[in-house]
């Protein structure tokens, strides 16, 4: 009697043309000896259907799914090379790109229906919340770390789940103020290229000039996954509070300094800022720097690069850029007493274990993070993504202009979410429910920091169980 587990295995190896690794991976799930698989190997490379099987891998499909880009020639890059690979190895691929805000509810809903994109896009620590639906990759993970210089720190704490990988990681748009010389010079900034607010108490007395003037600072604190948590987090971490403490359960975020530094920008919204913030999106900003409406915002370099293609006369965007990328220039984030920091984590890239073409969504990640391509997407967006790896920091687009300086330097001073403890689910809950950015927009509404700090102290117990 034949063994259904070699019939099968035969079957699968002769219809989707796998490779001998997937062979030899798939055969030792099933528990078949070496033996056994050396002899579906020879019969599946004396197969003479090979006109057969390669008319059905016309028939795989693959969907990716990722958030929008900033910089439109990176989706432009990973489009065709998704699509080159498609053409290479009988695949019809597809990508999709949407809504910051709308990619992690669209993760959810995949996930719990089994089905939707073979490839997604994982930011921070999803990982956590979604491993059990994703191919574990370790070692094309690993590969990818050994290849360039292990990975930091930063990225490990957040994309990896307890050390484990079940995504790719490539790193993550960096963040710094983007701000006007010319502006902050008229509200008397003297050489502001190297004298941008050290700390936030100074910010927020030079925006109150530049309130004044007409162009305030531009902040989003809407539910977007961008900008409003690279500013909240590292706010409060400024002034001593935290989701958690060290041994990850106890939460401490009620802290009376930070407490009162709530309360006192409450008032610094109104006197400094551009007010219409709380409903913005992570794009508002960048329309509102560029359209000449704000004098400084945190951001990628996304907002100097649009103003660079603007000057070029090769803009994307359906707004004119009313500003000069001369006049742009970066600094990174004011500290306050406890210290000064920065929110980063790092997104990745996942096959979905309910995918009926899992082994090519592993493929076409192995083809993606090879230097042949992953280089030139990087080079693509100019500096916008900072890689997971050291072994990428000397490429121009990160040496070359030291108006960007401050983007591949946040590393040096960042936390992740979740700290003092890990990036583990809990934390990576609490963003997804976006705990700690609903308690700025709260206070500022209420004009009371008191009650929305009480309000996420208690969301964060029954997250954490403290």
């Known amino acids: 009697m034949s063994d259904p587990r070699i019939d099968s295995l035969t079957d699968e ?44 891998i016309q028939q795989r499909q693959l ?7 900033f910089v439109p020639a990176g ?7 998704a699509q080159d690979w498609g053409g290479q190895n009988g695949v019809t691929v597809t990508t999709d790109f949407i809504a910051w805000p709308d990619l992690q509810p669209r993760i959810a809903s995949a996930v719990e229906g089994g089905s939707g994109p073979d490839v997604i896009e994982m930011w921070d620590s999803w990982p956590y919340l979604y491993y059990q639906n994703m191919v574990p990759v370790e070692e094309q993970a690993q590969k990818v770390s050994d290849a360039y210089g292990g990975f930091y720190e930063w990225v490990t704490k957040t994309a990896s789940v307890d050390g484990k990988w079940y995504s790719i990681p490539h790193g993550s748009s960096s963040v710094a ?37 007409g162009k305030p600072i531009g902040q989003a604190l809407g539910q977007s996954l961008g900008d409003p948590p690279a500013f909240a987090y590292p706010y409060m971490w400024s002034y001593g509070a935290m989701e958690v403490d060290e041994d990850g359960k106890t939460v401490a975020i009620n802290k009376p300094e ?8 409450t008032q610094h919204w109104k006197d400094a800022y551009d007010e219409s913030g709380l409903s913005w999106d992570d794009g508002a900003n960048n329309r509102a720097f560029l359209s ?31 500003v000069d990328p001369d006049d742009i220039w970066h600094s990174a984030f004011p500290a306050g007493p406890a210290g000064q920091f920065c929110q ?55 040496t070359g202009n030291p108006a960007l300086a401050p983007y591949p330097a946040v590393s040096s001073y960042s936390r992740n979410k979740g700290y003092a403890g890990p990036a583990n689910q809990k934390a990576a809950e609490a963003s997804a429910r976006y705990v700690i950015v609903n308690m700025f927009a709260q206070a500022i509404q209420s004009g009371d920091a008191a009650g929305p700090v009480q309000q996420a102290e208690a969301q964060l117990r029954r997250i954490y169980g403290s």
């Open 177 to 213: 103020y983007a701000y006007r010389i010319s502006l902050f010079e008229q509200a008397g900034v003297q050489d502001p290229k190297n004298n941008f607010p050290k700390t936030y108490d100074e910010l927020f007395a030079v925006g109150k000039k530049l309130k004044e003037m």
């Open 13 to 56: 190896a002769l219809r989707l043309r796998l490779s001998r690794r997937s062979i030899m991976r798939r055969g030792a799930a099933l528990g078949l000896s070496a033996a056994t698989v050396a002899g579906i190997l020879s019969t599946t490379h004396r197969v003479s259907a090979a006109p057969k099987a390669a008319a059905f």
């Open 258 to 265: 930070f407490v009162d530094a709530l309360q006192a920008f």
């Open 63 to 69: 969907n990716t799914l990722q958030a929008t880009y």
């Open 292 to 322: 000449d409406q704000i004098s400084t915002t945190i951001n990628g370099s996304s907002i100097y690069l649009a103003a660079v293609d603007a000057k070029k006369g090769a803009s994307t965007l359906d707004y004119e850029v009313l």
């Open 344 to 398: 980063l984590g790092s997104r990745s890239m996942a096959a979905m274990n309910y995918s009926a073409n899992k082994d090519a969504a592993v493929e076409f990640l192995e083809y993606f993070f090879g230097k042949d391509v992953f280089i030139p997407w990087l080079e693509a967006q100019g500096g916008y993504i900072i890689p997971m790896a050291p072994g990428y920091a000397d490429l121009e687009i990160y």
């Open 75 to 81: 989706q432009e890059f990973f489009t065709k090379a």
